[in-house]
């Protein structure tokens, strides 16, 4: 589709959204090509449309809405599971929505728009003594529009929630154009529908969010860290339940890794080096915040000494700075694990507790019966049951990517887990949506996406199955 070929009038929308965002504000060709890479699939837009305020995206949607035209918007295109695909499309960029509008350390809040990355919000909070919770791995690139519409959840969720958990209010644009603004920095608003919950997960599929009022949290003094050695599964169960009583509400991650993945991030031509020997079953990262300087790294080392005594913990090495900490999380992170491993496949799932040891047994087994020689490798934020499953697939590895994620989301559903824990469901992922949703879960979910978008232009194509 050209340019020249959607009129709206005696104008064409080309020219119409350039009036609106002006010249350096709309890309087409290979201009928009290059505008950015995504960790997925983008597509190829008929234009990237970059505005710079609620009411220029609003424009933006009503002039697309008149020429039929769909839209998809993009933030910072971290997702995995190509949620922002925009063929034939007009990619809707909010990267020049960034601002933190305002933070308010007595009323524990941020205002802040769409486009503005993770990273950057956290350190303004910092500045004004405050913490904000979301953390990712993607934190340097994920904008706050983005986690809002995946409803990410990262490394805390354990202890903080995930976002939906921190967004207090929100703006966002209808597919008609109409702004819906529910900003209310309030933590207790018992005034009917919780209309703002409707486009937390929705990837942009009801409406485009473009600002939020954030949940911040009075900075912490303490932080302590330790990475853990274990030799059984029931022990990290244990060891979790333990930790949570024994830190009194301090605990703030939990993050295991299974021998394969440690043992690939501290191997060269892995940067890392073993914190603790390898050779055991399990590697637990655990992570506690607190407000007493005098006594919480005692408390949290006399923890760890009670689970390692009591042969629940094998081995442990307890961080003394903030570079040993850093240094953990950059294991677990991954550091550039991904760019050894060739063609791979890396669905986050969530699970019961209790069904993550045998979903681990039966899905290695699943995989040699079907790829002798496979193995997937496993981490993730055991605390609130996500699991990423990474699993290679060697040469023949893209003709292969549907039936290895066919076999291991289809067991997923035989655990009755969700075969999405953060990163949405996009294109890659809805035909196995009903893995995880009832029929009628799925009838009411296409209720309100037709209610709220009757024509199908917002981020079409995405999260919901099509119908038989």
Known sequence: MHRQNIDIGERTLFDRLQMVVGDSGLLVGEAAA?????????????????????AEVAEIVRLCGSANVPMVPWGGRTGLVSGCMADGAVAISMDRMNRVEAISAVDGTMVVEAGCVVQAAAEAAEAQGMFLPLDLGARGSATIGGV?????????????????????????????????SSMKPLMKNNTGYDLKQLFIGSEGTLGIVTRAVIRLRGAYPTHNAALLALDDFGDVAALLRRLESRLGGQLSAFEAMWPEYYERVTTPPAPNRPIVPHGHAFYVLVEAMGGDVEDDHARFEAALAEVLECGMVADAVVAQSQADIAAMWDLRDGGDMARHLGPYIAPDISLRLSDIAPFAAKLR???????????????????????????????????????????VLELVGEFDGSVSAEHGIGLDKRAYLPLSRSTAELSTMRLLKHALDPHNLLNPGKLLPAED
């Open 34 to 54: 290059a505008f950015g890479t995504g960790w997925s699939r983008l597509g190829t837009p008929i234009m990237l449309a970059r505005p710079r305020s609620t």
């Open 148 to 180: 809002i519409s995946t409803n990410a959840g990262g490394n805390r969720v354990l202890r903080f929630g995930m976002t939906r958990d921190m967004i207090l209010g929100l703006e966002a644009v209808l597919a008609d154009g109409t702004v819906l």
């Open 365 to 407: 087994d699943r995989l040699a019966e079907r790829w002798p020689g496979v193995k997937p490798i496993l981490l993730g934020h055991v605390g609130d049951g996500n699991i990423h499953v990474i699993v290679t697939l060697g040469e023949d590895g893209a003709a292969r990517r549907d039936q290895v994620t066919c076999t």
